[in-house]
Every structure is written in C-alpha cells, then in structure tokens.
C-alpha cells in the first residue's frame, strides 16, 4: 500500500469490508505517510475553516472584521497549504447569504435549538452536495 498512489490505496482500501473512505484516509495519512490523501469529509477540517472564517470577518482585538469576500478570497490563498482545498470549496457552496444569517443568529444571546435546526441542515445540506 506503500509504494501506492493515494487515489489507487484509497481505492483498494475502500473494496474491504468495514473500510469507508475516512477511515482509508486517515490509515493512509497517519499510518503510512501518505501526503497525498487527505480526510475532506472530516468534521474538524471542516470545523477550522469555518472557524477561520469567523476569525476573519469578526472583529478583533488587534484589526477590524474583514468582509467575506476578503475571508474567501484568504481561505482560497491558503487552501492546499493550511486547509483542504475540498472543504475551501464545499465552504463555497454556501451561500454568502446564509453565512450571514449564521453571524446574525450567532450574535443572539440565547438562541434555541429551533433558531438554528433550519439554517444548520441547509448548510450541512449543501457542504455535503456532490462536487460538480
């Protein structure tokens, strides 16, 4: 599995039984070194660009909130060196409007479970759209 390409280990990985394609991910990453393959549907690389995003369009201590043109266009500077550039573009799938009304409801003081449940699936919904 070594001497493999990514995409031709991941394959044979993913035809046993009980090996889904995380899970082949992260063996061929973290187990053989792989450099070549990376887990785009992990919920933490996903969790860091959205949070990366926040930190760019929020204010800060130390520099005013950019707008989310600014925050795309960074997150697209920096994909395929600190993000995957798989979760860069399922982050642009959705749309600005949404990411809005996300800051808006964000910045509720006690948001319910029902403020966010829409809003949430929608996003999840289109992160998880196939790739075109």
Request: charged share 30%.
């Amino acid at each position: 599995m070594q001497c493999l390409v990514g995409e031709e280990a991941h394959g044979r990985l993913t035809t046993i039984k009980g090996i889904g394609p995380w899970t082949a991910d992260i063996y061929l990453l973290f187990c053989l070194g792989h450099a070549d393959v990376f887990p785009a549907g992990d919920l933490a690389l996903r969790v860091a660009v959205a949070d990366a995003f926040d930190a760019i369009t929020s204010n800060r201590v130390y520099r005013k909130a950019q707008s989310y043109e600014a925050a795309a266009r960074e997150l697209d500077d920096w994909a395929d060196r600190q993000f995957d550039p798989k979760v860069v573009e399922a982050f642009h799938r959705v749309p600005k409007e949404d990411w809005e009304e996300l800051r808006q409801r964000s910045l509720l003081r006690e948001p319910s479970a029902s403020d966010w449940r829409p809003l949430g699936v929608s996003i999840e919904s289109k992160l998880n759209a196939p790739v075109s």
